[in-house]
């Protein structure tokens, strides 16, 4: 069945030092969404990329679609306290969406 | 807009009781509504898909005669866990996707239950 991974499964990083995370499909993807929950919290609606090689931005944050629509990354610029948390990429499958394996990051301050 | 309530957010029943968790979607009707089980670090796990009006799907694995999902309005989809036990331990989250139209494959979660069975 469709799988989506995310590397690496987790990262810590200095605050002010850069994130990147990962995400893989086995599958071609209509579009690719990105989400992030907090400690304790549900996920939260980032964003969707739809266009094959689709970079999008949210202030420090930059999103992009491979040109294969089978893989995607999230980066961060220097990364902040409030950064912490999960990020989920996901994908598309008949009317389901189908989570990636998620990144934890921590910020050390 | 867009807001997903759930309710409890958290609830410690015996083993062998049911328990009851509603989902809501308060300023959208929602035809489909989803709902997840999340162990602790790990990532969101579908159960279920709830259709307005009609019997939920389940994904392969899943019992439904233990988690019964009704979703009996375009507002409102419950999941029972009936005869809880410890293993059922676990978080609980509803997503609600916003009527075709309109950023269909968006999905809004609520903040989740927290069930623990003792």
């Known amino acids: 069945g469709q799988q989506v991974m995310q590397i690496p499964q987790y990262q810590h990083v200095q605050e002010g030092e850069d994130f990147t995370t990962y995400c893989n499909s086995s599958?071609?993807?209509?579009?690719i969404q990105w989400y992030k929950q907090r400690p304790g919290g549900h996920p939260v609606f980032l964003i969707q990329?739809?266009?094959?090689?689709e970079v999008k931005k949210q202030k420090r944050l930059t999103f992009q679609f491979g040109e294969a629509k089978k893989n995607s990354s999230l980066h961060i610029t220097a990364t902040q306290t409030t950064d912490v948390g999960t990020y989920f990429c996901?994908?598309?499958?008949?009317?389901?969406?189908?989570f990636g394996t998620g990144t934890r990051l921590q910020v050390f301050p | 807009g867009a807001v997903v309530s759930q309710h409890p957010s958290r609830v410690i029943c015996k083993s062998g009781t049911s328990v009851k968790i509603e989902c809501r979607s308060l300023?959208?009707?929602?035809?489909?509504m989803f709902w997840y089980r999340q162990f602790p670090k790990k990532s969101l796990m579908l159960m279920a898909t709830?259709?307005?009006?009609?019997?939920?799907?389940?994904e392969q694995g899943v019992e439904k005669d233990k988690f019964l999902i009704n979703h009996a309005s375009l507002t409102l989809s419950t999941l029972t866990v009936t005869s809880a036990h410890p293993e059922d331990s676990s978080f609980y989250i509803c997503?609600?996707?916003?009527?075709?139209?309109?950023?269909?494959?968006?999905?809004?979660f609520g903040p989740g239950t927290r069930l623990t069975v003792l």
């Open positions: 990329l739809v266009k094959s090689g």
């Open positions: 997503s609600a996707r916003l009527r075709r139209g309109s950023r269909t494959d968006t999905q809004y």
């Open positions: 599958t071609t993807l209509s579009n």
């Open positions: 996901a994908g598309p499958r008949a009317d389901k969406l189908i």
């Open positions: 709830s259709n307005e009006g009609s019997k939920a799907t389940y």
């Open positions: 300023d959208f009707q929602a035809t489909t």
